[in-house]
């Protein structure tokens, strides 16, 4: 025989109070009779056979204060299960996984309310997110460089995209890229003609940015 959590102090719950003594058995009947996430495959006649009476199902979701999700599958989850019954689940935990691992086959893991995530998902949205961090940068870089010397050069072009996020990974900001882009543009004002033929990667270059940065900052900048 298995056995749960009560939590006792839900009969002092607002919403709680409100329902007819069939709905509240229905509850108690829903929290038994749920698999070990929280979910349950509705038996409506077998719930008003063990209740005793009938049951507007139906109308019960709509009145429980938001602790019921119908899935698309029809199927009822009850969304404080497992934070109530478990706390927040780990990976670190191994009866947890089992959980987790239920959770995943009614595709619920992401949604849950807590955001149960493992750890390595976790670690992977992380590293996603700075991914997309630095490609939007490396994108800001490459499009004033283009704006700025009326460039052909591609967004997409994996060589000067690897300058760039070299630069950003030592810890130079997007500004400093485009102080130096502005610098060695600046530098060919005695010859427009040249504009067109400033090559990125050569900016970018590891040997090079430094000094077009420095330089900016002692001819054009605030003479840091």
């Given at each position: ?47 008003d056979y063990h209740i005793g009476a009938g049951v507007d199902w139906s109308a019960l979701p709509t009145k ?106 030592e810890g130079y900001s997007v500004d400093d890229c485009k102080k130096a882009i502005a610098y060695v543009y ?7 003609d040249q504009r067109m033929y400033i090559r990125i990667d050569t900016i970018f270059a590891p040997t090079k ?16």
């Open positions: 025989m298995s056995k749960r959590f009560t939590d006792t102090t839900i009969w002092d719950r607002p919403w709680f109070r409100k329902l007819l003594p069939e709905e509240k058995c229905a509850i108690r009947f829903i929290l038994d009779k749920c698999d070990n996430v929280g979910v349950w495959i509705p038996e409506f006649e077998g719930g429980v204060n938001g602790n019921i999700e119908i899935l698309d599958n029809g199927k009822w989850f009850l969304v404080d299960f497992c934070d109530f019954q478990y706390g927040e689940l780990s990976e670190a935990c191994k009866p947890h996984k089992s959980y987790m691992e239920l959770l995943k086959k009614h595709r619920l893991l992401k949604g849950y309310p807590r955001g149960i995530h493992t750890l390595q998902e976790k670690e992977k949205e992380k590293e996603l997110e700075k991914d997309n961090i630095l490609e939007r940068k490396i994108d800001e870089v490459l499009s004033y460089f283009r704006d700025k010397t009326g460039s052909k050069v591609s967004l997409k072009t994996a060589a000067l995209r690897s300058k760039v996020s070299g630069r950003l990974a600046a530098s060919k004002k005695d010859n427009p940015f430094a000094g077009y940065l420095d330089a900016w900052h002692r001819e054009m900048g605030d003479g840091k």
